[in-house]
């Protein structure tokens, strides 16, 4: 029995071509500034630059260095945390600024509110920063969807392909792990899943159906087909 709903969200509540075409752009076109600027009054942007600083092996009082590493794992599309924090930071300016909404696809955010007042409990998954999770559902087009969540994991708790990943958001959750659905587009998400005893269903919202084992739907009326069938 499905107790718990866990999202991804590029691909799968939201479309690939806003985070690309619209977060990701505006993102590079700000790193830059608001790193010089934030270096100096933030302490928040300053423990992130240590981190890039860590990761990269530059050196931490090469301003300009760290910012050509945040351009080139903007570019690479890396999902490293100190990237994905500094990113959702500046989403926040955008959001607040009217300069984007964020992408839900209507399907989806019609069954979270759905599944909500079925009682399922809603948790999102993704790369992109718990901050930039709460902005993209709270700023969407379909207005405010983060009553409908209990909780966001990003990249602390591990990388989206690593079943370690699962085990830790099943154990902070404290449930059965045959009693969560994880909800993603991309494959080797849903194996990792699937190897910490999740339920999967992948996402495919565009192109054709590919011959697999796995439970697929095109959308989340799809989804809720299936659980309804469960
Ligand atoms: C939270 S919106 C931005 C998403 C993001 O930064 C990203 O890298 C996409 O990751 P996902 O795990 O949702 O595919
Ligand atoms: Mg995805």
Do not use: C
Not at 45 to 53: K, M, Y
Not at 61 to 81: A, F, M, P, Q
Not at 110 to 139: C, M, P, T
């Amino acid at each position: 029995m499905i107790r718990v709903i866990l999202t991804d969200i590029e691909g799968t509540t939201s479309s690939i071509s806003f985070v690309h075409d619209v977060l990701f752009p505006y993102s590079a076109e700000h790193m830059a500034d608001f790193v010089r600027e934030g270096e100096a009054d933030s302490t928040e942007i300053r423990e992130q630059l240590d981190a890039v600083a860590q990761l990269s092996g530059v050196a931490r009082d090469d301003i300009e260095g760290l910012v050509g590493v945040l351009d080139t794992w903007i570019r690479e599309d890396r999902k490293e945390t100190p990237l994905k924090a500094l990113q959702g930071m500046l989403w926040e300016q955008g959001y607040q600024q009217g300069a984007f909404r964020g992408h839900v696809y209507e399907d989806a955010a019609e069954y979270l509110q759905r599944w909500h007042d079925r009682g399922l409990r809603l948790f999102v998954y993704s790369s992109g920063s718990v901050k930039a999770q709460k902005l993209i559902f709270g700023f969407s087009e379909a207005g405010d969807l983060t009553p409908f969540f209990s909780g966001y994991f990003d990249t602390r708790v591990g990388g989206k392909k690593e079943t370690e990943s699962y085990n830790n958001i099943v154990s902070e959750l404290g449930v059965d792990p045959g009693t969560v659905l994880f909800l993603s587009d991309v494959e080797a998400e849903l194996q990792a899943a699937e190897d910490a005893g999740m339920r999967t269903v992948w996402l495919i919202r565009e192109g054709d159906l590919p011959q697999t084992d796995r439970v697929v739907a095109r959308d989340f009326a799809g989804v809720d087909e299936l659980l309804q069938q469960r």
